[in-house]
């Protein structure tokens, strides 16, 4: 004999939609991947202008990328 479920099928899907409504009313976000979560939130945070200069002062004096050694063999 086959074991009932505690929950109907129809009675756990009203149950997921009821917490995904409750999640979007709470301004709660889910994200699908860590990445996805730095992104959003890179874009929220602003960068404090002394931390932008010495960022773009130190990009300015690295050096530049070194060329691929297939790259001298084709030059």
């Known amino acids: 004999m ?3 479920n ?3 099928t129809g ?3 009203e149950q997921a939609a009821a917490a995904e409504q ?9 994200f699908q ?3 996805e979560l730095l992104r959003h ?3 929220q ?3 404090p202008p002394e931390i932008a200069r010495r960022l773009s002062k130190s990009i300015a004096e690295s050096a530049p990328p070194r060329r691929p ?3 001298k063999l084709l030059d």
Do not use: C, M
């Open 22 to 30: 409750t999640a979007a009313n709470s301004g709660a976000l889910e």
């Open 45 to 47: 945070t602003v960068v």
């Open 11 to 13: 009675r756990h899907q």
């Open 69 to 71: 050694w297939w790259r």
């Open 33 to 35: 991947s860590a990445e």
């Open 2 to 4: 086959k074991p009932q």
């Open 41 to 43: 939130d890179a874009a």
């Open 6 to 8: 505690k929950f109907s």
